[in-house]
Every structure is written in structure tokens, then in C-alpha cells.
């Protein structure tokens, strides 16, 4: 098994004119739309349709009124021709009374992108700290030939948060596997975790995006909430066009 981190949104146009066969990608998003998917999947959604624009999120609305639209652009929840989406990016908005049986359309800045640009893979996850458990141990289980481990980052820049997951995810996927082969990138992202691990919220609590939400009062309560480990047990996986829970 080989492991590669993208570290970089800069990286995504190459990954998605690359090979994937045979090969599982996972997405890390982690402030905040990877644990914002898997959060309103575990409280009940039936799929998050990934958009990358909001235009393309409204004219699927325009054919099927029936979904509900969430997302953000430059972390605020979308407001078109005066009306604001359902959703934010905000995981705790998806409560189990608002999205029980919904689609949600979901177009954010970075990771709907990111798990786009995946569109060629045998197979594409959606990652957190919140299911990072359950994923590797699909990863491990299914004994894929290549994992590529792809960080959304923060608008064309790497996010601490992500390459910490992403680090943390191939300390899960090497401990006890002579196997396995990390990629300079991979080894990064593992060191990285390493050194940050014995106190990850202080860490990610420096970076960009935490130092954001923080300063948001409405919003500061979402990276505690993203750095949650293992309170999901269950793997998020695209199925066409949509993130769903993996039966």
C-alpha cells in the first residue's frame, strides 16, 4: 500500500486529470465541510451533493426543490438575491429535526472542490476527526493499492488542520504494517501529527481557520466540536453524485 498526502489545493487540477484506478482517496476538511457532511449524515441526512459553485448548487435546487442548500464562501453561509441557504458550514446547524431524510446541496470554498477533483478514484471518502476511526479501518480492511490522502487547505494554501488529519490518519494506517510505503508528503503530514499530537487542539488552534471561527462568537464552538475523535462510527463515501454513509 502507498500513501500520499496532497498537501495543497494547488495540487487538486493534476489530481484530477491523474489515474485513480485502484485507488481510494480521502478528503480532509476539517474546519469545517468534511466534519460538517458527516455530521448531518450521522443526525439523519440521506446525502450531501458536493457543488462547487453556487451556481451549479442553485440550478440543481431549480430541478429538485426539494433539497436543501448549505455552504459558505469566506466562511459566512451563502445569501443570493436576498434569501440565505438552509445551512452554513457551521456542523452544529445540522441538527437531526432539520435534516432527517433531506438531500443538502453543499457548494464551500475548498472541500466540495476537494472531493470533486477526486471524481476519477475507484473510491472517494469524506474524512474528520470525527469518523477518522471507522475510515482507516475500511482503508485497512479493503487493502486499496494506492491511498491519496487529499487536504482541501485554505483557499490556494494548506491548512494546518487538514495535514494534521491527514497525518494522523497514516500513523493509523502504518503502526504495525511493513507494507506500507509513505510518500514524502505523507511522511510530512505524519511527522507533523507527531510532534502536534500531545496537545492537537492547542495546535490547530493556531491555525488560520481555528484563529477565524474563534474570533466569530457564533462559530467558536465549531473547533472543538471538528476536533472530536472517533464520535462517528461510520465511513462517509461518495456513491455518484453524493457523500452517504457506506451500508
Known sequence: MKIEVILTPAELPALSQRDLGGTACVVFDVLRATSAFVTA?????????????????LEIRKQ??????????HGVKIRVDGRDFDFGNSPREYLPEKVKGKTIVSTTTNGTRALR???????????AFLNLAA???????????EIVIVCAGTRENAALEDILAAGALSAILSNGKTNVMLSDSAQTA?????YAKRDLPGAVCKSEN?????SIPE???????CLQRDAFNFVAAMEGDSVRILK
Open 219 to 225: 462559530l467558536r464552538d465549531d473547533v472543538a466540536f
Open 64 to 73: 429538485r426543490p426539494e433539497v436543501l442548500l448549505g455552504g459558505e464562501r
Open 117 to 127: 477533483a477526486c471524481a476519477r478514484a475507484t473510491m472517494v471518502l469524506a474524512g
Open 135 to 145: 475510515t482507516a479501518k475500511f482503508l485497512r480492511d479493503k487493502n486499496f493499492e
Open 41 to 57: 449524515l450521522r443526525n439523519g441526512a440521506a446525502a450531501i451533493v458536493p457543488a462547487c459553485e453556487i451556481s451549479e448548487a
Open 210 to 214: 481555528a484563529v477565524r471561527l474563534l
Open 190 to 194: 505524519l511527522a507533523a501529527f507527531e
